[in-house]
């Protein structure tokens, strides 16, 4: 019997990787009825044994209560887990999930850039099923979690954290998911995934489900694989980058690399670089993610932001000169200051 042919129930959730994402999505769990638990680390983990997860929009705040635990073999096998670390601690995370999956157990992947199951459906059959050595070079990822049970989301919501705990959603509240393995349009949603969606509806979040996540996470970082290094390598908040006609120019070249690399992987953007532009300088004045993790000392997700597009370049035969320079830089600039190995 597969997984689709029982009763789907999330009665038992768990965040791996508590942070402000996985914040946010857990207290939409919570709120959903499920028995919410998160694997943490240091503060958060104390902070959430002791208080509990707050979630702050506005002037509203909100308390969940949860269980957290450092090994994730406290825990046990969950209905759904979801995955919200950064890139870069996807390897720890493969080493330690185990004890959480089960034959029925769903993970969602809630990340930025491009995730290990990319090119395992929705992309054109000549680059399908390649491993991107990029963000999981040793397959390491792939093989500590069930492809089959893997589904795939695109977050369009800004989070922060006041405090280890403490969850403070800015704007937007919506989510994209949808089936990694997913091959061609048109397709109806699996039972799973239509559950999901309707979960996290309860749960106050806008859940959409996409018949291709491959295509919604690919144009989502056709505008942040960008402005992402270029603050990283300048300290500028977004208006001041896109401001400057010259940096704009090099945005531009690099988004235009990218949108052929799409168009020959079978994800083509109608959309030109100046269309994204107007769309991300109406945000307003913001420091991306990359930015505010080399303030704060932590690894950068070069590569599942730039680098894996570059790979996927090389793999489909597009020149990409503009994106190596921009990988190159930032590249450099985080091994200088330890934030990448």
């Given at each position: 019997m597969t997984m689709e042919q029982t009763s789907i129930s999330f009665d038992k959730a768990c965040i791996f990787g508590a942070g402000a994402i996985g914040g946010w999505m857990g207290a939409a769990l919570a709120r959903a009825g499920c028995q919410l638990s998160a694997v943490a680390r240091g503060a958060a983990l104390q902070a959430l044994r002791t208080q509990g997860l707050t979630l702050v929009h506005g002037e509203q705040r909100e308390h969940f209560a949860l269980r957290a635990e450092q090994d994730p073999a406290a825990l046990g096998v969950?209905?759904?887990?979801?995955?919200?670390?950064?890139?870069?601690?996807?390897?720890?995370?493969?080493?330690?999930?185990?004890?959480?999956?089960?034959?029925?157990?769903?993970?969602?992947?809630?990340?930025?850039?491009?995730?290990?199951?990319?090119?395992?459906?929705?992309v054109d059959a000549s680059v399908r099923g390649r491993q991107l050595k990029a963000v999981d070079p040793e397959g390491r990822i792939a093989q500590a979690i069930p492809r089959g049970q893997v589904l795939g989301s695109?977050?369009?919501?800004?989070?922060?954290?006041?405090?280890?705990?403490?969850?403070?959603?800015?704007?937007?509240?919506?989510?994209?998911?949808?089936?990694?393995?997913?091959?061609?349009?048109?397709?109806?949603?699996?039972?799973?995934?239509?559950?999901?969606?309707?979960?996290?509806?309860?749960?106050?979040?806008?859940?959409?489900?996409?018949?291709?996540?491959?295509?919604?996470?690919?144009?989502?970082?056709?505008?942040?694989?960008?402005?992402?290094?270029?603050?990283?390598?300048?300290?500028?908040?977004?208006?001041?980058?896109?401001?400057?006609?010259?940096?704009?120019?090099?945005?531009?070249?690099?988004?235009?690399?990218a949108k052929e690399i799409g168009a020959r992987i079978g994800l083509p953007i109608n959309e030109s670089p100046e269309d994204r532009h107007a769309v991300t300088l109406k945000l307003g004045a913001f420091k991306t993610s990359m930015l505010q993790d080399v303030e704060a000392g932590k690894p950068v997700e070069l590569d599942a932001l730039v680098g894996a597009v570059r790979e996927m370049g090389q793999l489909c035969g597009v020149d990409t000169p503009f994106t190596d320079a921009l990988l190159g830089l930032a590249r450099l600039q985080a091994r200088q200051k330890g934030l990448m190995a």
């Open positions: 969950q209905d759904l887990v979801i995955i919200s670390v950064k890139a870069p601690g996807m390897p720890d995370v493969a080493e330690r999930i185990a004890p959480l999956i089960g034959p029925q157990t769903v993970v969602l992947t809630a990340m930025n850039g491009v995730p290990w199951w990319f090119l395992q459906g929705g695109v977050v369009h919501a800004s989070c922060s954290n006041d405090a280890p705990g403490v969850v403070r959603r800015h704007f937007g509240n919506s989510l994209i998911l949808g089936e990694p393995l997913a091959t061609g349009p048109g397709q109806p949603p699996t039972p799973r995934l239509a559950a999901l969606a309707q979960l996290l509806q309860r749960g106050g979040i806008e859940a959409k489900v996409s018949d291709n996540i491959q295509r919604d996470a690919w144009y989502k970082l056709w505008g942040n694989m960008t402005v992402n290094p270029v603050s990283a390598l300048t300290g500028a908040t977004s208006d001041r980058i896109l401001g400057d006609d010259l940096v704009r120019g090099l945005i531009t070249r690099v988004m235009l690399e």
